[in-house]
Structure formats: C-alpha cells, structure tokens
C-alpha cells in the first residue's frame, strides 16, 4: 500500500511570490494535516482537514490556507512569500481518530 | 516555557547499547503520545504510540509514560547504526494537533 505522497519533492520561489504544495493520504483515511518543519526544529502544526472541512488551525498568518478535495487530497497554499517561510512542508495522514498521524517525505521550500 | 521540551543532545553510543530519550511536557491536557524517527532530509516516520500511563513494548523499542510527572521516554535496546537519525517526541490533547519536541540527534558507532 502507498503511503502519504507529497508533490513537489523541492521548490524554489522569489519573495512575494505564492506556492501550493500538494498531499494525497493513505487510502481509506479521510484527515490531512500539513506541518511546518524549520531547520532544527521539530515540525509546526498549521492546519488539520477531516472530510473536506478545517477541523483545527494552529498560529500561523492568513497568507497560509488549504483545502482538501473529494478525493481526500489536500492542497496547501502560502501567498507573499517571505524568507522565514523557507521550511520542509509535511503532510499527515490519519484515519477519523486523528492523533495517529503518519507522514509524508514532505516538500521543501527555498525562499529567495 | 515550550509545552513540549526535548534535549536536542547530540547522542552518540557505540553499537548494541541502549538509547534512551526522553521527553517532560507542561499541558495536562496531552492524552496521546508518540515517538517519530526522522532520517536526514525525510519526513518522521511513526515508531510508537500510546495512550496510557505504563509501558508499552515493540520490538527492540520501548516507550514509556509517566502522566503524574509528565514525562516520556524511548529506549531503544541493542542499537544499530541504522539506528542513528533525529527522534521526535510528539503529543496530543484529542485535537487531532501534534506538540512536537525539538528532536534528539542519535548516532550509534560501528
């Protein structure tokens, strides 16, 4: 079975500029949840989607919002760029529990 | 004060030792509990998860958790060099949001 995929692997992007990052879960589970790992730390919680609806949202600005489609896939978008917003991205997998949270190999982002 | 402290270390041991990590949080409200090991550049992958006080056994690896003293811990029995990697403790009060530590740095010597 294939676990959490995550797209891109890698990006490169300009201040200012806006991304989207992309996650499909394990089959069969319905909750995605996106993380913000910084360099040496442990990863940020930023969103948690269960059946296409936001169930939790941690401290992070507006310029950050997702969604997740019928599919159970989910996308993740940051607008205005900045370069503290340079990060691996990881995307979490879980059934309708929630707290048993598997991860993707995430995406990394450089701000420039 | 972080809700969740973890000792960044580094660690180092020689092969076939026990690792022991550990991890003490401030919100009471943390229910679920798990341990992630992450290799350099990927993503954490889920080792262990538990919910009560005790322990709780799988494999080469142990969890433990102590809820009257807020305090968790992993110990990873006759450790390889495969071993080595950055371990994160994480927890949850039931709102689906994970706590994570800063992670601990492991590497285990031929």
């Known amino acids: 079975d294939a676990g959490v995929t995550q797209s891109p692997t890698h990006l490169i992007k300009t201040r200012g500029q806006q991304v989207t990052l992309r996650c499909s879960p394990i089959?069969?589970?319905?909750?995605v949840s996106w993380y913000q790992q910084v360099l040496g730390q442990g990863p940020q919680f930023i969103f948690q989607?269960?059946?296409?609806?936001?169930?939790g949202r941690g401290n992070f600005p507006d310029r950050f919002s997702a969604r997740q489609f019928p599919n159970y896939s989910s996308e993740l978008n940051v607008n205005a760029l900045l370069l503290g917003d340079s990060a691996l991205y990881l995307c979490?997998?879980?059934?309708?529990?929630?707290?048993?949270?598997?991860f993707g190999p995430g995406t990394r982002l450089t701000v420039t | 004060q972080k809700e969740v402290e973890q000792d960044p270390g580094p660690l180092s041991v020689p092969e076939g030792a026990i690792v022991s990590l550990n991890c003490t949080y401030s919100?009471?409200?943390?229910?679920?509990f798990m341990w992630y090991r992450q290799y350099s550049r990927k993503g954490p992958e889920l080792l262990m998860y538990?919910?009560?006080?005790g322990n709780k056994e799988d494999g080469r690896f142990t969890a433990q958790v102590d809820k009257s003293s807020k305090y968790i811990s992993l110990f990873i029995r006759d450790s390889q060099p495969s071993d080595s990697a950055t371990y994160l403790c994480?927890?949850?009060?039931?709102?689906?949001?994970?706590?994570f530590g800063a992670g601990t740095t492991v590497t285990v010597r031929a």
């Open positions: 979490a997998s879980s059934d309708y529990k929630g707290d048993e949270q598997y």
């Open positions: 089959s069969g589970h319905k909750s």
């Open positions: 989607y269960y059946e296409k609806e936001e169930r």
């Open positions: 919100n009471s409200a943390f229910q679920y």
């Open positions: 538990t919910y009560s006080s």
């Open positions: 994480a927890m949850s009060g039931g709102d689906y949001k994970l706590s």
